[in-house]
């Protein structure tokens, strides 16, 4: 059976709910849907920046910074961030802070991201396969990363970290 998720409002940028639909369908249409986020960081200030695997229905082998996924029919953002967050990094046991909502838009992707924020200090797991490898990482080292346009970066997130809530937060020391 295929996953079902939930479609939004593409007008509505608080995340209003309008109907659902199979992952493909969404994929294929590239129809408005939501995606749960969670930038990770560790109390020293690092951010976790994996590579997604190859698996991937969207931007296969690109780096990223958000651990996340699409949001199921029927599921909340809060309980998708959670699950999403366990499932691609094993963390399990915190509770992310949300930070912001925001659409993005592009060939292939049509997402309204509910972007949560968490610090982490234990091991990171990749528990479902959908990242290849991943490191610790400065902010400065990876805004200086992004501004090679060829690294192969995310495009959702490369935009998301552009965004002056995200910087001052990367910016920040976690907790402050």
Known sequence: MS??????????PQGRVVGAASRERMRRENLPHG???????????????HRRSEA?????GHHDCFAGGVIGAG???????RR??????????VEP???LRRWFHDEQVRALSFVYAVVWD???????????AGRWERPDRLYERLQDPSWPFVPDGRELLGLPAIEALLRSAPGA
């Not at 599921?75 to 961030?81: I, L, Q, S």
């Open 75 to 81: 599921e909340d953002p809060d309980v998708a961030v």
């Open 122 to 132: 234990g091991a990171v797991r990749f528990a479902d396969g959908e990242v290849a």
């Open 56 to 60: 991937k229905d969207v931007w296969p």
């Open 97 to 99: 802070a949300p930070v």
């Open 84 to 93: 999403e967050l366990a499932e691609e990094l094993g963390i399990a046991g």
């Open 3 to 12: 996953e079902r998720v939930a479609l939004y409002d593409p007008d509505d």
């Open 35 to 49: 995606a749960a986020s969670v930038l990770v960081r560790r109390g020293s200030g690092e951010v976790f920046v």
